[in-house]
């Protein structure tokens, strides 16, 4: 394409879509619950349950309220880390953690983690040439729950995300300057709030997707990932890997606006246009030159410490801001010229990395040679880390990711800590409480079914009966809440 000196518009196209919450809820449950839905834990239950029997173990007997425990014990070992997860259950002074080891054994616990599956394997065609078939009911889910929770942001992002992993493993892949360099690599993209939306496992360059079109690998990696919200002015943002100038305009025809910094070697002729480099180093820093073919693409070569090349369908020079670089010569800051362009890509393209940022804040990283389930609890850590996104955008009471975690891996545990497996025969006499009561119980186990009833505590003295219609004092506890209840206020203390 032919590219002509062109002052580029000082406003972007405005936005047609709307970004709206379509999750109601209260509770940092609720939200969890919305994106890792009833019908996935029911499915997970149903091919583990198939698998230990298909392996000779056919007591497996595993429940959804027994996975959701097992769930919520592996979320609280990704803020409460040991170096082996044995640890959780030892009988050593202050490393014992009652939360997890009173809510299942620990060989139940490698029992599950063990037989957990997410397909028959008896049923999967070995001519399927998808590398995570074992996996793919559970992806395809999330996906399908992460783009119904929440409408497209007007900013958008594509990058890569790693999921450490250091197995023998075809499709692993070494990306350097990452943190954790080996692993699987994921395209993503997220919002600039870092709430992902879309994603893809990389399965090599034409692994599992057929023909690569003239856009390349890379952009047909955005074209897929963007595929959801054509013709409603997204701006979309992606670094030189996926950024050419086809791209750009496959994008533009599709009501999608594209912004990302482009390789020198990618320019298609633009490069003739711009001042030369040469030029531009005697100018000095924040020397800019702007060129833009027929089709609306304008290209913006940029002096920073180093040359800048940034193409895009919707913005470029103006209008330009002042931007503040420490200069190594003169040992001062300075104020250099900053095109609008540039702005914009530094505001709008860290959502995929905040997102990476707020994972990487309380991982699930605990080693297992099946790859598919080092992917599985990364996702439970992205679904998370989504819900939190959801729970603060709905207005509700500010609560920080490890609270937030804490109160999802308290109410997912309560949910089957009723019913777990004991072995030996039961005894003919209920176990004694070993906690006192305490004086408040957190809504995820006072507002969930379960055994609430009332129980005569062997204390000398009363305690003052936790519902607020009451003020007279009992020596009767609520057997899961573990507060001081008079029996009859149960029914009005556990209502909404």
């Given amino acids: ?34 994106l890792f839905t009833q019908d996935m834990i029911n499915d ?26 097992f769930l919520g014990i592996n979320i609280v070992m990704s803020y409460v880390r040991y170096p082996r997860s044995r640890t959780y259950w ?15 054994p620990v060989n139940r ?61 075809s499709i692993k892949q070494y990306v350097p300057k990452k943190p954790k360099p080996w692993g699987i690599k994921v395209w993503v993209r997220a919002g600039s709030s870092g709430y ?33 919200i054509q013709d409603k002015n997204h ?77 895009s369908s919707c913005t470029g020079l103006s209008p330009t801001d002042v931007a503040q670089r420490w200069s190594k010569k003169e040992k001062q800051m300075l104020n250099i010229q900053r095109p609008f362009s540039v702005k914009l890509y530094n505001q709008h393209m860290g959502g995929v990395d905040l997102m990476d940022q707020c994972v990487a804040m309380y991982p699930h990283r605990r080693r297992n040679k099946r790859w598919y389930i ?3 609890f990364h996702f439970l850590d992205v679904t998370t880390v989504n819900a939190w996104l959801l729970y603060r955008m709905s207005g509700n009471e500010a609560k920080d990711l490890l609270l937030f975690k804490v109160s999802i891996a308290r109410a ?7 019913k777990i497996h004991t072995r030996g025969r039961p005894s003919a006499t209920p176990p004694r409480a070993k906690r006192r009561a305490v004086s408040k119980a957190p809504p995820e186990i006072r507002y969930t079914p379960g055994n609430h009833w009332p129980q005569l505590k062997e204390a000398k003295n009363a305690s003052r009966c936790q519902d607020a219609a009451c003020t007279r004092r009992t020596k009767y506890i609520c057997m899961q809440c573990l507060v001081a209840l008079c029996p009859g206020y149960f029914g009005n203390y556990h209502r909404k």
């Avoid at 405005?14 to 999750?23: A, C, I, Y």
């Avoid at 399965?203 to 079109?213: L, N, V, W, Y």
């Avoid at 997912?412 to 009723?418: Q, Y």
């Fill in 44 to 69: 997970i239950v149903h091919n583990t349950n198939l698998y230990s029997v298909q392996k000779g173990k056919e007591k497996l007997a595993l429940t959804s309220e027994e996975f959701k425990t």
């Fill in 196 to 228: 992902m939306y879309n994603f893809e496992p990389y399965q090599g360059p034409a692994g599992g997707r057929g023909e690569i079109s003239q856009l390349g690998m890379a952009g047909d990696v955005v074209m897929r990932l963007c595929q959801d």
């Fill in 235 to 311: 701006k979309v943002f992606f670094d030189n890997f996926f950024c050419t100038i086809p791209l750009l305009q496959a994008l533009e025809h599709q009501g999608i606006y594209g912004t990302g910094t482009c390789r020198s070697n990618r320019l298609h002729g633009a490069q003739e246009k711009l001042k030369r480099e040469k030029q531009m180093k005697q100018e000095g820093r924040g020397s800019v030159s702007v060129v833009t073919n027929a089709q609306n693409i304008t290209v913006t070569r940029w002096l920073d410490s180093s040359i800048i090349h940034m193409a």
């Fill in 374 to 376: 080092r992917v599985f």
């Fill in 109 to 169: 616990f490698e029992q599950i983690l063990s037989y957990m599956h997410f397909v028959d394997n008896y049923s999967l065609d070995p001519k399927n040439a998808d590398r995570f078939v074992k996996i793919r009911p559970v992806l395809d889910a999330l996906k399908e729950t992460f783009q119904s929770a929440l409408d497209p942001e007007e900013f958008q992002s594509v990058d890569e995300m790693m999921i450490p992993y250091k197995g023998r493993l």
């Fill in 1 to 34: 394409s032919k590219f002509l000196f062109y002052i580029w518009r000082k406003y972007l196209p405005p936005f047609l879509g709307e970004s709206k919450m379509n999750v109601e809820g209260a509770d940092p449950i609720d939200f969890f619950m919305h």
């Fill in 412 to 418: 997912l545990i309560n949910a089957g800590s009723m």
């Fill in 90 to 104: 030892s009988s050593e002074t202050g490393l014992r953690l009652e939360l997890i080891a009173d809510a299942m």
